[in-house]
């Protein structure tokens, strides 16, 4: 007979997948989506952006290259929990410093192994991203009818302002782990560091990083913080990070922050909630998608110059480009399903992309766009 399932996903539609359970044992009631990507996982899992969300690999299997520190985008896992196909094995890797069960034991994550992932990957592409509770109980005792109770009556992510919850408490300066400043990516002879304030609504560490490889000082500022309060650092240029949850559920903050620093000559750059909210500070809407983007290889085409780049997506909200008012361009398309990927305004220099340019993990043909950033505060300088 099978081993007793110590790990169980409740869909709220009643739907219910048995596995093993690893990780941490407990509850925990979220949004569950798919990701394709074929590696990358602690990356994915450190996200920030995936705050209040499961993740399902596509990929079978998960594990095998354990975890390391380097590897966090944040302090730790910040996906509430992992739906694999395999139970992870031991890892095989030199860098590796722990399990990943072991490491999500730690750090209170639950994960089930054992799950049919094709056919939980196709339902979700079928009614978009359910919500779900996913419990882990190594003596296998299960209430079914209240984790689908829980699963339905939960609100869900329309509306849910979870980026000031995953920011930093306090501004810092941002000399952690960088590739070498400059690194030869988009500085030019004789440039000086160009001093960036980067809006941490959940930014993944390689941002931070990329930002720094491309000429930046960058001194991070949490996400509540004002027009007043960015200014005061002298800012040659400001960035908009990616995070969790509604980018209209940040209208107290956020938005208007954005709203106040688009009146000044400032270049503004924004990766993916900070795009939204870019948008939505200019007048557009944002919607909510069925099932999402999530993976390392999503084509993106550049409107203005045809070109198609590959790269790293995560979300789960979408600019309306119907919604972008007069003087705001349409930069780059998704070519899975036409929806907005990059915005611009016509005459200064404020741009964003809905995907992840600094990829990991993915792809890096997007890199570009932070030489762009780069470029728009050299030419600010002159
Ligand atoms: N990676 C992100 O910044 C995600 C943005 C937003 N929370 C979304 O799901 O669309």
Redesign the pocket.
């Known amino acids: 007979m099978a081993a007793k399932p110590t790990a169980c996903l409740a869909l709220a539609d009643g739907t219910v997948f048995y596995g093993m359970g690893f990780g941490a044992p407990g509850e925990v009631v979220a949004e569950l989506v798919f990701n394709t990507a074929m590696t990358g996982y602690q990356e994915i899992m450190t ?5 209040s ?1 499961i993740v399902t690999f596509t990929f079978p299997h998960i594990g095998n290259t354990g975890v390391t520190p380097e590897d966090d985008e944040a302090p730790d896992p910040v996906a509430s929990g992992i739906v694999v196909r395999w139970d992870p094995t031991e890892p095989s890797n030199w860098r590796s410093t722990s399990e990943l069960t072991d490491w999500m034991a730690r750090r209170g994550r639950i994960g089930i192994g054992g799950v049919d992932t094709r056919r939980l990957t196709r339902a979700i592409r079928q009614q978009g991203a359910p919500h779900v509770v996913l419990a882990h109980d190594p003596d296998g005792n299960f209430d079914i009818e209240a984790m689908i109770a829980r699963a339905r009556d939960w609100q869900g ?1 329309v509306g849910l302002d ?2 000031r919850g995953v920011s930093c408490a306090q501004s810092y300066r941002w000399d952690q782990g960088s590739w070498e400043w400059g690194a030869g990516f988009g500085t030019a002879p004789g440039d000086k560091p160009f001093k960036v304030v980067a809006l941490d ?2 930014a ?1 560490r390689n941002i931070l990083r990329s930002l720094v490889a491309h000429g930046a000082d960058v001194t991070v500022l949490p996400a509540t913080a004002t027009a007043e309060e960015v200014m005061a650092h002298e800012p040659e240029g400001v960035f908009l ?7 209209a559920a940040t209208g107290e903050y956020a938005v208007p922050m954005i709203k106040d620093l688009l009146g000044r000559d400032m270049p503004i750059f924004g ?6 909210m870019l948008a939505l500070a200019l007048g557009a809407k ?1 919607v ?2 069925g099932h ?1 983007h999530h993976g390392a290889n999503h084509p993106v085409r550049d409107v203005e110059t045809g070109k198609v780049e590959i790269t790293s ?6 600019v309306d480009s119907q919604s972008l008012p007069v003087g705001v361009i349409e930069t780059h398309v998704s070519l899975f399903d036409g929806s907005n990927c990059g915005i611009r305004m016509q005459d200064k220099p404020v741009f964003s992309v ?1 995907h ?1 340019p600094e990829a990991s993990p993915g792809p890096q043909d997007s890199l570009y766009l932070f030489k762009r950033f780069t470029d728009s505060m050299r030419a600010r300088r002159a």
Not at 313 to 318: K, L, T
Request: one cysteine or more; proline letters at 8%; hydrophobic letters at 25%.
């Open positions: 996200d920030p952006s995936y705050a969300q992510l979870l980026a609504y959940g993944k990070s990616n995070g969790p949850g509604d980018p990766i993916c909630l900070g795009h939204q944002t909510k998608m999402g997506m995560n979300h789960g909200f979408a809905q992840h």
